[in-house]
Nanobody, 122 residues
Framework: VQLQASGGGLVQTGGSLRLSCAFG???????IGWFRQTPGKEREFVAT????????NYAEAVKGRFTISRDRAKNTVALQMNSLKVEDTAVYSC?????????????????WGQGTQVTVSS
């Protein structure tokens, strides 16, 4: 099982970025989550989406600013990030959940992709 995150970059406060997570068909019936991590801190839940896109959940810190979506035909999950803040700076990674719907805990995810760096400057 492989997942690949892309789309990170450098953006100013208030700007937008769109991250993408590509995965194989073997993950098509699993939930996909986004997490982020900064140096010296534990991985932090950002958002998750169920296998069919019908259920989504967000961390309080990103509600109303980030939107997670899923394209089942392309086996991709996108994270649209708007109104970015300096505190959103982190390495963002996507992961496959154990079941059809993921949660907010790292332990609920089995496979992880390499992260993509998001840097928000003031």
């Amino acid at each position: 099982v492989q997942l690949q995150a892309s789309g990170g970059g450098l953006v100013q406060t208030g700007g937008s970025l769109r991250l993408s997570c590509a995965f194989g068909r073997t993950s098509s019936n699993n939930g996909i989550g986004w997490f982020r991590q900064t140096p010296g801190k534990e991985r932090e839940f950002v958002a998750t989406i169920s296998w069919n896109g019908g259920v989504t959940n967000y961390a309080e810190a990103v509600k109303g600013r980030f939107t997670i979506s899923r394209d089942r035909a392309k086996n991709t999950v996108a994270l649209q990030m708007n109104s970015l803040k300096v505190e959103d700076t982190a390495v963002y990674s996507c992961a496959q959940s154990r079941g059809a719907v993921g949660g907010s805990q790292v332990s609920q995810y089995t496979y992880w992709g390499q992260g993509t760096q998001v840097t928000v400057s003031s």
